[in-house]
């Protein structure tokens, strides 16, 4: 995948997920206290860092292979709710921090990150048409298709 596909949900998902994990913060602590600052943190680290690594799992899968774009999102996808789906299993009855605050921050923060990772993708404007000057221009820099 170019470089220019990696950093849309980088900088384009990171970003605002990041900042709603904030407002999840302020949100949970002054709803439930110390717990659910701790809940609300636990769940916006969890998604940024499933998200990203998925991500980044994703560039170097298609990276010398582009037409295994769907297929490796699908998987990388389906593998991020089920590891999300695994934490929220094994949490399910713990006191360490507010369950509440975690499973809403954590839905807040998953469904930031996915919207604006496809506001990215759709705002990117990515040729999907080669034409024969770009094939002359990646056979000068030696870069294969």
């Keep these: 995948m170019p ?3 990696a950093r ?8 605002p997920t990041a900042a709603a994990g904030v407002v999840a913060l302020a949100i949970s602590t002054a709803l439930v206290g110390t717990k659910g600052l701790i809940g609300a943190l636990l769940a916006t680290v969890l998604v940024l860092a499933f998200f990203a690594s998925g991500q980044i799992a994703l560039d170097r899968l298609t990276r010398n292979n582009p037409q295994m774009l769907m297929a490796g999102g699908l ?17 399910k009855n713990t006191t360490l ?5 975690f499973g809403f921050s ?7 990150w996915t919207g604006f ?19 002359k221009q990646n056979a000068l820099s030696g870069r294969q298709q």
Excluded: N, W
């Design 75 to 91: 998987l990388v996808y389906t593998t991020q709710i089920l590891l999300v789906g695994i934490v929220l299993a094994v949490f």
């Design 8 to 15: 849309i949900p980088l900088r384009g998902a990171a970003i």
């Design 117 to 135: 990772q496809v506001r990215g993708a759709m705002k990117a404007k990515i040729y999907y048409v080669q034409t024969d000057s770009d094939e």
């Design 3 to 5: 470089s220019h596909d």
């Design 97 to 101: 921090f507010d369950t509440k605050a």
């Design 106 to 112: 954590l839905l807040g923060c998953a469904l930031i």
